[in-house]
């Protein structure tokens, strides 16, 4: 992005108009239990002591030979922790916990049916089922350290067998959102380069059982297109004995993983032991070009961040009964559904289902049902639960002690109605600020140690030091009042190593703008670039107003703009497609697709039919857009760039401000009435985020 905007401010300078809210106070009750209450772990985290002060972290595992260098930055800035360390996250989420909890639920799996009873997956299960998988992968898929394997599964306790099997082996997984389409899927199978799938035949989404192995054929396919040959794909079974798939296993290529594994039954299989740098998975997300990115995490700087954060800012005891209800498929359920938790012993909740099914009350049965204490959602699920049942919590019996919030601000009035009705006024909030490639959380308060502020992300973890610039490079300090590029000061162990297979794209994407010497190899002279534009207020909390690039975050997740515009396109009568963000009641934030249609072809129902069609088949439903508007022509500047600042102030009824410098301004008034109609509507100040969106120059 570069500046334009000539007659209005730059986003580094936007001056931000919301009131302060106040300040909640954690209950005596959580501070006393909690694991952390020391102040001093800021001084002990602070830029004097880094990086030595991350063995803190380091120290929660259990390491085969510890490292000689922390943090290693020859190869600037791509960062090496722990080097000369070696360690399995496999052995540290099972095997170590053995002696003391093999008997102890690991994974308590709720599946969407109410009346099919729930499972605990114990520590002892856990291992067993790891143990024999990792013997299947190994020895019948022919998989070995370093390899890559595409997931596409849902929320199934099979999901975080799979993983860890594949950790076990040093096997690198690349797990792709259930949710998204073959096609998405494919691409991210190409990109990675797996020769194996592991899939499964179906599983319960809102009420239906839905066919999901049909999505492996379309993903085996659209690899092939890329030049990548999968040769096995291996399926587990929601209901082993029973197929529950239009699509039958194609001979010699497609396997049922329930019939292979008979014969590795009682099958055990020794930790591979890894460098700490060696790759742990990948995991995709939106960049503003097409392409997805493959952040590329390690074995021991990531688990050890996970594990920290989990600890102090989860508050996650082995006693705890901890429910973070993400998708997997998603950095989020990584980090704080499998790998945190698990690394420190918790049980951990997985639900297969959609929050609200079969009613607004599911969510709080279960969490009574389990004795649920540790609650970890998104704002979207938040305004949803809201919106279906907003006095279901009372009407169960269950406590929390602690709640998570993730993935989008969430409005102060959200938050008070999350604070005070799902938590009944009982329970701490953290509000976790961070991203797929960051690994653990950037921003957020320790619970016990600092007030709630809705809204407000809270200061930096311990460890991460942000620091906010103006486009200029010039900092942006405390209680200025003014957005800016929140960036961090330095590395830490979470962070993605690099973008799979693009070293150059990911210098570019996240150190190039504010990099001081490119021949460096100092980490003081690479602030890593979030992204994210935000301000610091006096009390030194930070607020995130949202993403600066075109990418759209809808319920919580990043959609990169030019993947749903390059769907549309595939629509044969489609000559130009652009996507903006529109304010959403529930999602926070939705796509709005604006078209315009090669000659000769009429605005038409089914146009707009075949584009949404289009985006769920390449990319997934949760990309559908809110409105498709067919338009004569879009708004541009001379240099012919479509102008998505205009469309997204048509979108959200905002000011559409000065159109005068467009090559062909006449065209923004017929736009206007064909989305919000004749007549003036009132115009909305609109949030920050969108008034920023499309600022290319
Ligand atoms: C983007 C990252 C974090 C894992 C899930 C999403 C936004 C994330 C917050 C928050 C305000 C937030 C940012 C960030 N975001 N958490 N607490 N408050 N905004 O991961 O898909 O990589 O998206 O989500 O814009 O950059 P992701």
């Known amino acids: 992005m570069a500046k334009k905007k000539s007659a209005e401010v730059s986003e580094a300078q936007i001056a931000v108009h919301w009131q302060e809210e106040e300040l909640i106070h954690p209950s005596p009750q959580f501070v006393s239990q909690a694991n952390m209450t020391?102040?001093?772990?800021?001084?002990?985290?602070?830029?004097?002591?880094?990086?030595?002060?991350?063995k803190e972290y380091a120290d929660l595992l259990t390491w085969y030979q510890y490292w000689d260098t922390m943090l290693d930055t020859s190869d600037a800035p791509c960062w090496k922790w722990f080097v000369g360390g070696l360690i399995n996250a496999c052995y540290n989420c099972v095997d170590r916990h053995l002696d003391k909890y093999k008997n102890k639920a690991a994974i308590l799996f709720v599946p969407e049916p109410e009346d099919e009873p729930h499972a605990a997956v114990t520590y002892q299960e856990l291992y067993v089922r790891v143990n024999e998988f990792a013997a299947l992968l190994r020895d019948f898929a022919g998989l070995e350290k370093g390899d890559r394997v595409t997931l596409h599964m849902p929320m199934v306790p099979e999901l975080p067998v799979t993983m860890l099997a594949c950790a076990r082996l040093g096997v690198i997984h690349s797990e792709v959102f259930g949710g998204f389409s073959g096609q998405s899927c494919g691409e991210r199978v190409a990109d990675s380069g797996s020769r194996v799938l592991i899939t499964i035949d179906a599983y319960h989404r809102n009420g239906k059982l839905i066919d999901h192995k049909v999505n492996a054929d379309l993903a085996v396919e659209a690899a092939r297109k890329s030049g990548q040959i999968v040769d096995k794909v291996l399926v587990w079974s929601r209901y082993p004995g029973q197929y529950h798939s239009a699509s039958p296993p194609v001979e010699g290529r497609d396997f049922m993983i329930n019939d292979v594994l008979a014969d590795y039954a009682g099958a055990r299989v020794d930790p591979v032991r890894m460098a700490a740098e060696d790759p742990l998975f990948l995991m995709y997300t939106s960049g503003t070009t097409g392409r997805p990115k493959g952040c590329q995490h390690s074995t021991g700087g990531y688990l050890a961040y996970v594990a920290g954060t989990s600890k102090y800012i989860e508050d996650i005891h082995p006693e705890d009964v901890y429910w973070c209800m993400a998708d997997i498929g998603w950095i989020t359920g990584h980090s704080y559904i499998v790998y945190g938790p698990l690394a420190l012993a918790a049980t951990t909740?997985?639900?297969?289902?959609?929050?609200?099914?079969p009613d607004?009350?599911?969510?709080?049965?279960?969490?009574?049902?389990?004795?649920?204490?540790?609650?970890?959602?998104?704002?979207?699920?938040?305004?949803?639960l809201r919106k279906a049942g907003p006095d279901e919590p009372a009407k169960y019996d269950y406590h929390f002690k602690h709640m998570t919030t993730v993935g989008e601000p969430i409005e102060p009035e959200v938050w008070r109605w999350?604070?005070?009705?799902?938590?009944?006024?009982?329970?701490?909030?953290v509000d976790t600020w961070w991203q797929t490639e960051t690994g653990g959380f950037l921003c957020s308060t320790l619970p016990a140690l600092q007030p709630m502020k809705p809204g407000s992300t809270g200061p930096a973890v311990p460890g991460i030091h942000p620091v906010i610039y103006d486009e200029n490079g010039e900092e942006l300090g405390a209680g200025t009042g003014k957005a800016g590029n929140i960036c961090i000061r330095n590395p830490w162990p979470g962070a993605f190593q690099t973008i799979w297979g693009d070293r150059e794209r990911y210098v570019d994407t996240y150190y190039a703008k504010y990099c001081r010497d490119k021949d460096s190899k100092d980490w003081r002279d690479w602030p890593y670039l979030t992204?994210?534009?935000?301000?610091?207020?006096?009390?030194?909390?930070?607020?995130?107003?949202?993403?600066?690039?075109?990418?759209?975050?809808?319920?919580?997740?990043?959609?990169?703009?030019?993947?749903?515009?390059?769907?549309?396109?595939?629509?044969?009568?489609?000559?130009?497609?652009?996507?903006?963000?529109?304010?959403?009641?529930?999602?926070?934030?939705?796509?709005?697709?604006?078209?315009?249609?090669?000659?000769?072809?009429?605005?038409?129902?089914?146009?707009?039919?075949?584009?949404?069609?289009?985006i769920e088949e390449m990319i997934g439903k949760i990309a559908r857009p809110k409105h498709v508007h067919v338009v004569p022509d879009m708004p541009k500047t001379r240099s012919g760039k479509i102008m998505r600042r205009v469309l997204a102030a048509i979108s959200n009824t905002m000011d559409i401000g000065d159109v005068s410098t467009l090559a062909n301004p006449d065209v923004v008034e017929g736009i206007r009435v064909l989305v919000q109609g004749e007549g003036k509507v009132a115009l909305k100040k609109g949030p920050e985020d969108i008034a920023r969106f499309g600022d290319e120059g």
């Open 360 to 384: 607004a009350g599911r969510a709080w049965r279960i969490a009574e049902r389990l004795d649920v204490n540790i609650f970890h959602t998104a704002p979207t699920t938040v305004r949803m």
């Open 531 to 614: 992204g994210d534009a935000a301000l610091l207020a006096e009390d030194g909390y930070y607020r995130i107003l949202g993403r600066i690039d075109d990418v759209i975050n809808v319920a919580g997740h990043r959609l990169g703009t030019k993947e749903l515009e390059s769907a549309a396109l595939t629509v044969e009568e489609i000559a130009e497609a652009a996507v903006v963000p529109v304010v959403d009641e529930i999602k926070g934030r939705a796509p709005d697709m604006y078209i315009s249609l090669k000659p000769g072809f009429e605005a038409s129902k089914e146009t707009e039919t075949r584009v949404v069609k289009a």
């Open 418 to 429: 999350y604070y005070d009705v799902v938590g009944k006024g009982e329970a701490a909030i």
């Open 38 to 54: 020391d102040p001093g772990i800021y001084e002990r985290f602070s830029l004097d002591n880094f990086p030595e002060c991350f």
């Open 349 to 357: 909740v997985m639900y297969e289902g959609v929050p609200t099914y």
